[in-house]
């Protein structure tokens, strides 16, 4: 470890710093004529008084004690931060996971949106349908009561002559129901179909309702005039 190699150092350098100079007392060589052999005090001698402990090396280790203590508590604390990266980790990671659950949450209700969406214009299309199919309906049964009216009195009639009649065609060749006035008389046609509108020979006017202005025509008996509504 990093720190281990730092102690290292430092003990290197308190230790090397520790040499004899002007600041330090060092002991007197002994004389070779006040030497006993023995190794006790000769008679009469008092015994040489102890040396009081060197004020150098209890600062070293002091100091020594100090930077053990220092080491072990950055030691301690590199656990505790090595922790709490590992906490932040997890932190990350589960706000990750909560990121794509929303996602996944926000998808879902996109779908469900659009889902709704077109349920909401299904509907409409259908009301629609229904509103067009009761217009022609009545379209259809005032039709046949005016043509009833008209051919009334003919009945009453054993021997006259047949009024002639002409027809307009209104054919939907497009892929929408399409509405055409004839005559002020709206006529809704369904794609592909066709409907017939008979008549007395003279002027009508007719409308392509979203396509086409109001337009004037002359029919003639037994003329079948043809409005078609395609792909423009």
């Known amino acids: 470890m990093w720190w281990r190699i730092f102690a290292a150092m430092a003990l290197s350098a308190l230790f090397g710093s520790v040499v004899p100079g002007p600041g330090l007392a060092q002991e007197p060589p002994e004389k070779s004529g006040s030497a006993n052999p023995t190794g006790s005090s000769a008679p009469g001698e008092k015994p040489a008084p102890a040396k009081p402990a060197n004020p150098d090396e209890a600062n070293l280790a002091s100091r020594l004690d100090k930077l053990q203590q220092e080491l072990m508590q950055l030691s ?9 990266i590992t906490v932040l980790r997890q932190g990350v990671a589960t706000v990750d996971k909560s990121v794509d659950e ?13 889902q709704q969406m077109l349920a909401k214009r299904l509907d409409l299309l259908e009301q629609e349908l229904a509103r067009l199919r009761d217009t022609f309906k009545q379209e259809m049964d005032r039709l046949q009561s005016s043509i009833a ?13 047949p009024i002639a009649t002409g027809q307009v065609i209104i054919r939907n060749d497009w892929s929408l129901p399409v509405t055409v006035s004839v005559d002020g008389i709206a006529y809704t046609v369904s794609p592909g179909q066709e409907q017939r509108v008979v008549r007395t020979p003279g002027t ?10 109001p337009r004037s025509r002359t029919l003639e008996a ?11």
């Open 76 to 84: 301690k604390a590199v656990g505790e931060l090595k922790q709490e």
């Open 102 to 114: 929303l996602k996944k949450d926000v998808a879902a209700v996109n779908t469900v949106l659009q």
């Open 149 to 161: 009216q008209r051919s009334a009195p003919e009945v009453r009639k054993a021997f006259a002559a």
């Open 204 to 213: 009508f006017t007719y409308e392509v309702h979203g396509w086409q202005a």
């Open 222 to 232: 037994g003329e079948q005039f043809l409005i078609r509504i395609a792909h423009p």
